[in-house]
């Protein structure tokens, strides 16, 4: 009946990522919480989190993918959005620290009185507030990207322009959250959090809430992409992506499209960085690394482009393979995402979507002439 | 000429590092009417429409379609009050299928809010089969564009445009890469539009120019040179001069 119902909507990859998704979402928790720890269906507490973090990532991907693979705007930036939307979670949660903090002032949060500030700047006012962090987890990377967008797709700004200057966006920021005169914790970020909305952060229950939000985030804005490329839009700036040109000759005005979607991207990834900060503990400018933009980057590219699903697929494929090697081999890991990077260029531009496409076009009894020429593009 | 004038250039003038691309280019096309544009490479052929559609900025010189001053109009804006570009290389969508390139191609308000809450109405489904046949594309409707060969390709372009509903099309070298029978009925097919709207077409062709049997400019290092039918420029001496008798 769900599957009837939602099939035909999704596709059939689609609607396969969301019941797995829905199924990892509610399992992983019931399992951590509800079995006991000797049982060999027990998922540990860390398990938990780290996957929770692979979700965000997961949802982090699908942004880029929704941007590149369908609209060819290749952020290197996008980094920028998660760690805004970071920010503004983990300033929410600095102000629930209040006088429990180590200098004990209920005003201040710890660096600032470690900087011998007196009063909160006022772009802190209102982060007290759960339903205003909320506000600017969206707001803040959105008019970013609106402002950022605006200026570059107006002047036309494209290719490996674009993504220069995105990757410069992200840097530049970097560098302001290292000062500590911009009041956000600089180098150190912000960390040493205690609740959220009034459940600690520490606490099991609370790791599988937000595990479970955030797997309830990605499939939402799953279905919103999926929503927005299935529609003409989404095929307008496929056509963007494909020609350009020709798409402004038909009357479409290419900067509109694209400022629409890169600022429903840049939400995204800031939702993305909004659950990811509770479930690390920490947010700190190094998020804002351009590295941490590529890497976002090459996830989108190892799942497949321009399946929405293939990237979120990688990004946890990848992350799972990092927190193995960093483990393992630590020396290693640098390698094996640089190797990566480069055998999904040559052999394997759908990325691991384009394996399961292949498998189930071939399996659909299409001419095998089709599939070839298909499989040769 | 009795139509009155839908398009107007007066003294164009386009200059790229010093090379005169456009040179004080006069040119008038009226409603409804046919006009091909030949010329020697360089001639200027391609700027012209550049010019007229907004992707060049003339540094000289007036370009207006009806009333409409179009010199300080960008690409989408020209092409919104009703001219439409085919280009020299076919370019169509090629992941979509030639369905949705017709599809994106037909006149309907182009916001991003308006495409995102898009749905065919049964009279657009009606249009856009119908261009399909016009185009003989109707076998083809649900493969991808890219899978398309050359000529089908231009066909398609062609019949994009039509979905705008141009009041002018400006159409690039569209036979180029066809056999004899496409060529034919590209010329069919042109003709049949121009029934409705004013056709600009540049091309080398001078089998397919012949077959259009309408009015020709000939342009020379950005100007006109000559004009009138295709047999007056063909006597006409300069022209053999410089283009025909080499």
Redesign the interface.
Known sequence: MIAKTFMPLLGRAGFIFLAVLALIGIGMPVLNLFTSPDSILHVPDYAVTLGGKYLCYALLALSVDLVWGYCGILSLGHGAFFALGGYAMGMYMMRQIGARGVYGNAELPDFMVFLNWQVLPWYWHGFEYFTFAILMVVLAPGLLALVFGWFAFRSRVTGVYLSIITQAMTYALLLAFFRNDMGFGGNNGLTDFKDILGFSVQAASTRAALFMLSALALGLCFIIARK?VD???G??I??IR??E??T???????E??KL?IFVISAIMAGIAGALYVPQVGIINPSEFAPSNSIEAVIWTAFGGRGTLWGAALGAVVINAVKSYLTGALPNAWLFVLGALAIVVTIYMPKGLAGLFSGWSKVRANKPLKQTL?EAA? | MTTETLLYLEGVSVTFDGFKALNNLNLDVGTNEMRAIIGPNGAGKTTMMDVI?G?TRPDEGRVSFRDVTLTTMD??AI??IGI??K?QKP??????TVW?NL???MKAP???FA????SLTGEQLERISKTLERINLTPAAKQLA??LSHGQKQWLEIG?LLM?EPELLLVDEPVAGMTDAETEKTAMLLRDIAQTAAVVVVEHDMDFVRALDVRVTVLHEGSVLAEGSLDTVQNNQRVIDVYLGR
């Not at chain 1, 402004?248 to 290419?254: A, I, M, N, P, S």
């Not at chain 2, 370019?91 to 979509?96: D, I, L, Y």
């Not at chain 2, 495409?115 to 898009?118: A, D, P």
């Open positions: 927005i529609s003409k839009f095929k307008i496929i056509g494909d020609a040109s020709r402004r000759f038909l009357g479409y005005r290419v509109n499209y629409f020429s593009e | 559609t992707k690409e989408t092409a919104n439409g570009r280009f370019t169509v969508f090629e992941s979509h949705d599809e994106l191609a182009r916001s991003s495409s995102l809450r898009w890219g899978n994009m705008q």
